[in-house]
């Protein structure tokens, strides 16, 4: 291998997506995918259970199809990355038990690695290496956080704000579903709220100003929603303007996280925002982030939205990242840390006694 | 014929690495019943394991590793890797058969899966001393958390029924907490014949012994080859059990107590679902 350009295959089991991503470098080969999403439909959340029986199934079948769609063989491989938190336990424990068989099979060096550094890392595939000093906001049915981020093979990024009850994602799927719409419910919201006014219904937008930092709150907007639903019902001589309510509530979900994030970029002098998970895939705030923060001077960066949601090609980027940097590997005995980033570092909380990359 | 064999479906971690000059090895590709090589110790054989009801994933591939270099061999020199499915508790239990599944997919080498109880009541009938006659069969159960257990019973070195899963109840006598719990009616009959006071204590000894390759010297193979207690299975876990979840807007059954001394394990319990990561 070449020392800047090492060949690494990425395994993502956080939630319900076994993903498995290839990159040499900086250039992605491979995002390969097999999601158990259909299979949690039904119950209007992912059931965990289900998911890690999915990703036991999944793991073999993905990594073959990942080797052949980058067309490279297992043994080529320079490293294993994985992820190893935040996310459901029992999930990530199948995720980091395969990474460690091929790691140990093959006599590779194992990256475990944190969830939302990934999504972060995966920027550089498209766009080049991080600016120095940014701000990453990560918005997906798991996690909403707003991260400030220097370098991240040096571990230097931290939680600026992060939700409070509801991530962005939830709301999403339970608002979807108070609507009739299905499951998940951001992009079927996204495409509800095109025909709908955003500014129909004036719901609730919480912790909106200074004093309260950077959390995001979405539960009470929630609650609105489907209350605002419930009142409607009580006079059914109309039909309920399911497009308009879809509208207004993403239109509040927006505001609130480019306010916090806008805000973040004055307070720090920052003019770099990059856009991650699945969330960020949301047309309205692509858009509304975009256009706000380019009045600013601020430059807005998001992988394409296939790359936003949980995949494996986000973890290999971050892998091929900390190998290229020199980090040092994993020691195989390593374990799982399920509330990754939401814990102090070296508090104690952390179940997993390694060096890795926690926010 | 060097053979892997990994076992995560109790509390312990147990690895073993099996050589083809041990006959016992190459009767498990055979489709014998020498899975017991995993728990027992011989010539050709060497293991490790590790207790943690809930430290499996930490444990695993290091165990393997540290077994491959007592046995000097190296990943790429294994034959076969033969795995533990079950039942057992289900985020310990998919760590073994994952780990068997990625390591024979990385070097290009059969994966093949064996009922974890086998591996158990193996260990306990290659003990090597003459069987006492009129011994009532063997029956291995393990812990299955929330006041259940995963039981199969033997006759000789065939598996007669089982595994399954039932309720715990004082007809399995099975008194905890213990590292792994088995209950085994012939145990309480050897209690009687040698002179043992049966109890929570004889139990719990026994029940380590076997998990720990120090097989209780109570039973022998019904011949030296040994008839196959079980087949050899695909390396996917023996769940026995439904991810427990309920549909919204119906009523979550109602959740067990956990078992005295139950480790806490990231089942699902009766929570119908969780949001996507957080
Ligand atoms: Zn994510």
């Excluded at chain 1, 993502?12 to 299979?39: F, H, K, Y």
């Excluded at chain 1, 490279?72 to 980091?96: E, F, H, K, N, Y």
């Excluded at chain 1, 999403?172 to 955003?198: E, N």
């Excluded at chain 1, 970029?265 to 705030?285: K, P, Y």
């Amino acid at each position: 291998m070449s020392a800047s350009e090492p060949l690494l295959l990425g395994i993502e089991t956080s939630c319900d997506e076994t993903g498995v991503g290839i990159v040499r470098g900086r250039t992605l080969l491979a995002d390969t995918t097999a999601s158990s999403v259909p299979e949690h439909v039904r119950y209007g959340g992912v059931v965990p259970e289900i998911a890690s029986r999915a990703h036991v199934e999944a793991l073999a079948p993905t990594v073959a199809r990942a080797l052949s769609d980058a067309k490279v063989s297992i043994g080529d491989l320079d490293g294993i990355a994985v992820t190893a938190g935040p996310g459901l336990a029992g999930c990530l424990v199948v995720g980091v038990a395969a990474a460690k068989a091929m790691a140990l099979a093959l006599g590779l060096p194992l990256y475990a690695v944190n969830h939302l550094a990934a999504h972060i890392a995966v920027d550089t595939l498209e766009h080049g290496p991080l600016p120095r000093d940014c701000l990453a906001l990560l918005v997906s049915g798991g996690h909403t956080s707003l991260l400030r981020v220097g370098d991240l093979a040096a571990g230097d990024y931290q939680t600026l704000g992060t939700t409070l009850d509801d991530a962005a994602g939830e709301a999403f799927d339970k608002v979807a579903r108070l609507l009739g719409l299905g499951f998940p419910g951001g992009p079927l919201i996204d495409a509800c709220a095109r025909t709908g006014d955003p500014s129909a219904i004036r719901f609730p937008r919480a912790l909106r100003g200074a004093e309260y930092g950077y959390d995001v709150s979405f539960s009470g907007l929630k609650t609105a929603v489907a209350r605002w639903v419930e009142v409607a019902q009580v006079t059914p001589a109309t039909p309920l303007p399911v497009a308009d309510i879809a509208a207004s509530f993403q239109a509040a979900v927006v505001d609130v996280l480019v306010e916090r994030t806008l805000r973040a970029t004055r307070e720090f002098g920052i003019t770099d925002v990059i856009l991650g998970g699945g969330v960020a895939a949301n047309s309205r705030l692509r858009a509304v982030l975009t256009e706000q923060a380019g009045r600013r001077g601020v430059r807005v960066r998001a992988p394409r939205p296939a790359l936003c949601t949980d995949n494996g090609a986000m973890v290999a980027a971050l892998g091929s990242h900390l190998m290229s940097r020199g980090v040092p590997p994993t020691p195989l005995a390593c374990g799982v840390d399920p509330s990754a980033g939401m814990s102090v570092p070296g508090d104690g909380r952390s179940a997993a006694p390694h060096r890795w990359h926690s926010v | 014929m060097r053979l892997l064999l990994c076992d995560t479906a109790t509390p312990w971690t147990s690895v073993a690495v099996v050589d083809g000059g041990c006959a016992a090895g190459a009767a498990v590709v055979d489709g014998g019943c020498a899975a017991g090589a995993a728990v027992v110790d011989g010539p050709g054989t060497w293991h490790r394991r590790q207790f943690g009801a809930t430290g499996h994933v930490e444990a695993c591939a290091q165990l393997i590793r540290e077994v491959l270099s007592d046995a000097a061999v190296p990943p790429g020199g294994l034959d076969a890797i033969v795995c533990g499915v079950g039942p057992g508790p289900f985020t310990g239990l998919r760590v073994g058969v994952v780990t068997a599944v990625m390591m024979g997919q990385s070097l290009g080498i059969p994966v093949l899966g064996l009922c974890s109880h086998d591996i158990l009541a193996a260990g306990v009938l290659a003990g090597g001393h003459p069987r006492p006659d009129g011994l009532p069969p063997l029956c291995i159960v393990t812990d299955a958390r929330r006041r259940e257990v995963y039981w199969a019973e033997y006759s000789g070195w065939t598996r007669v029924a089982g595994p399954s899963i039932a309720p715990l109840t004082p007809a399995t006598e099975i008194t905890g907490p213990m590292d792994v719990r088995h209950a085994v009616s012939w145990l309480r009959h050897h209690a009687a014949a040698t002179g043992q006071e049966w109890g929570p204590a004889l139990l719990a000894t026994w029940a380590r012994d076997v998990t720990t390759g120090r097989a209780p010297q109570l039973g022998a193979p019904d011949s030296a080859g040994g008839s196959v207690p079980a087949g050899l299975l695909p390396p996917r876990p023996l769940y026995l059990r439904r991810p427990h979840v309920a549909e919204p807007g119906s009523a979550p059954g109602p959740a067990p107590a956990p078992a005295p001394g139950a480790a806490p394990e990231a089942e699902p319990g009766a929570a119908p679902s969780v949001p996507r990561h957080r």
